[in-house]
C-alpha cells in the first residue's frame, strides 16, 4: 500500500526549481510550495526559464503533477469587506492562478479568510465573487498562453474568530454559489478539522467525520489533504500544528483516517513543525504499509 502520494511543504529558496530537489531529498513524492514569499505582497515575476527547469525536474522526478500544489500567501483575505484589500487580495489570487499555469502546477489551496464581524453571509458573498472575477476577468481573458488548467482548493479553517469555511455547510455553500465543478474542490486539513469540533481521535469518530464530510460536500469534491495532528485540544478554534501521532488527534485516528481508500488515493500533504523530533512521512508510510 505504500504507492501513496505523500509528502511536505517544501522550501523554494534558490529558486523554485529547487523544491522538486528540496522534496526528493526529504522522500516526498508529493508536496506544497508558496510560489513566492507569502508574508508580503510584493512578488517576482516567475522567469520563463525557471519555470522550464522547474517542469523539466519535476518530470525527471516521476512525482506526478496532480501530487503538486501551491499555497496562497498569508496576506490576502478574501472575504474582507474592506475593497481595498478585498481587490489586492483578488490580485494576488488571480496572480497565484496564472503562476500555477505557468509552472503547469494543478492546485491551488487558499485560505477563505475573515469577514471581519459583518457575518458569514457576507463573507461567503465576497469569497464566491473573489474566485468568479480572479478567473473570468483575469485567468480566461488574460494572454496566458500555457494551457494549463488551475483547480482552487477551499482549505477548511480551525474556526477562529470571524473565519469563513469552519462549518463544512460553508464550503458546500461556496461550490453551490460558484455551481462548476472542474475549477473548484476542497483540501481538508486535519488539524483544522478537529479545532473545529469534528473529532478525528478514534475509528469511529473518523467514519462519522468522513459519513458528514461526505453527506455534506461530498467525498468527489476532496481533491487533496493537509495531514497535521492539532497541539490543541478539540473544539479549541485554535491553528497549531503537530507532528503526526504527538498531538490531541493522535496515532489511532490518522490510522483510522488512512484505513479510508478515499484518502490514501489524495496526495497527502504535511505542514508539521520543521524540528528533529521524527519523520512524520515514515510515520504516515507505516501507517498504510500495516493495513
Not at 469577514?115 to 465573487?129: C, M, R, T, W
Not at 481538508?188 to 459519513?211: K, P, Q, S
Not at 515514515?282 to 500495516?290: A, N, Q
Request: glycine letters at 8%.
Amino acid at each position: 500500500m505504500n504507492h501513496a502520494r505523500a509528502g511536505f511543504h517544501v522550501s523554494i529558496a534558490g529558486g523554485i526549481s529547487n523544491s522538486v530537489d528540496n522534496a526528493l531529498k526529504s522522500g516526498c513524492n508529493a508536496f506544497q510550495i508558496f510560489s513566492r514569499n507569502p508574508r508580503g505582497w510584493a512578488v517576482k515575476p516567475i522567469e520563463e526559464e525557471e519555470a522550464k527547469r522547474f517542469k523539466a525536474k519535476l518530470a525527471e522526478s516521476k512525482i506526478q503533477r496532480n501530487s503538486v500544489c501551491v499555497h496562497m500567501p498569508y496576506l490576502p483575505n478574501l472575504s474582507s469587506p474592506n475593497y481595498a484589500l478585498y481587490y489586492k487580495s483578488i490580485d494576488s489570487l488571480a496572480d497565484e492562478i496564472k503562476r500555477c499555469s505557468m509552472l503547469g502546477i494543478p492546485y491551488l489551496v487558499i485560505h477563505l479568510g475573515s469577514h471581519l464581524g459583518k457575518g458569514s453571509d457576507n463573507g461567503i458573498s465576497q469569497v464566491v465573487k473573489a474566485c468568479s472575477f480572479a478567473f473570468d476577468r483575469y485567468y480566461k481573458s488574460s494572454s496566458n498562453q500555457n494551457g494549463n488548467s488551475v483547480t482552487i482548493l477551499f482549505e477548511n479553517s480551525a474556526g477562529q474568530k470571524n473565519n469563513i469555511g469552519s462549518k463544512f455547510e460553508e464550503i458546500r455553500v461556496i461550490l453551490d454559489k460558484l455551481n462548476s465543478a472542474r475549477e473548484f474542490g476542497v483540501c481538508l486539513d486535519t488539524c483544522h478539522t478537529f479545532a473545529a469540533g469534528y473529532d478525528l481521535r478514534t475509528e469511529d469518530n473518523v467514519n462519522a467525520t468522513i459519513e458528514q464530510f461526505n453527506n455534506i460536500i461530498g467525498l468527489k469534491e476532496l481533491k487533496m489533504v493537509h495531514l497535521n495532528d492539532s497541539k490543541d485540544k478539540i473544539n479549541s478554534n485554535r491553528d497549531r500544528h503537530e507532528h503526526i501521532g504527538f498531538g490531541n488527534i493522535g496515532i489511532e485516528g490518522f490510522r483510522a483516517l488512512l484505513k479510508h481508500k478515499v484518502i490514501i488515493r489524495l496526495p497527502l500533504i504535511m505542514e508539521t513543525p520543521d524540528d528533529d523530533k521524527c519523520d512524520d512521512l515514515k510515520i504516515i508510510l507505516d501507517l498504510i504499509g500495516k493495513q
